[in-house]
């Protein structure tokens, strides 16, 4: 078994980074293949934003998604100015997501997604030549949070998951494997 620590996440350097616990836990592993049941770009409501160091990019789920009475409050929160305040990354864990030369969806491990509330992810290039984004985070999430994905160029991109759920993210980057992820 692997062990995930859990990091304080107000400092993002690793050398000051604070032990909160540890997680037990597998590897993530592959889920067994099946037919990529990808949503159009029309299919998702998406939204720009820009990353920590300034670049564009964008996160989205699913509009059908959108259609149900519980998200009306969420939806209003994600809308909220910035100046009414943004959790801040209060939790983190170190991973290895690295771009799949596939379309699998790996399996987090269990603590891990106990903890983080993402029980699935699959990280890959885009899959149309025409998208002006390179690289697609899918998550599966199991709770609604802010979510930040750090890169391994240092680069670091927040989404609001409004719901459990599917939820899509496309962005740039030189070095663009997630090697952290944060929640409030």
């Not at 909160?20 to 949503?39: K, V």
Request: a negative charge.
């Amino acid at each position: 078994m692997a062990e995930i620590a859990i990091m304080r996440a107000a400092p993002l350097d690793e050398a000051r980074d604070q032990e909160i616990g540890t997680l037990q836990g597998s590897i993530a592993h592959d889920i067994p293949a099946a037919p990529l049941d990808e949503p159009t770009d029309e299919e998702i409501e998406w939204v720009d934003v820009k990353s920590e160091n300034g670049v564009a990019f964008k996160y989205g789920v699913k509009k059908s998604d959108l259609e149900q009475t519980e998200d009306a409050p969420r939806a209003a929160f994600a809308s909220r100015p910035i100046a009414s305040g943004r959790p801040t990354p209060r939790a983190q864990l170190r991973v290895d997501w690295r771009v799949q030369g596939d379309n699998n969806w790996r399996a987090t491990a269990g603590d891990f997604a106990n903890h983080m509330h993402i029980s699935q992810y699959m990280l890959r290039r885009t899959s149309s030549i025409f998208d002006w984004y390179n690289y697609q985070l899918d998550i599966i999430t199991t709770g609604g949070w802010t979510f930040w994905f750090h890169d391994r160029s240092g680069d670091r991109y927040e989404i609001l998951a409004i719901r459990n759920g599917h939820h899509y993210v496309k962005y740039n980057s030189s070095s663009p494997d997630i090697v952290r992820v944060s929640r409030p």
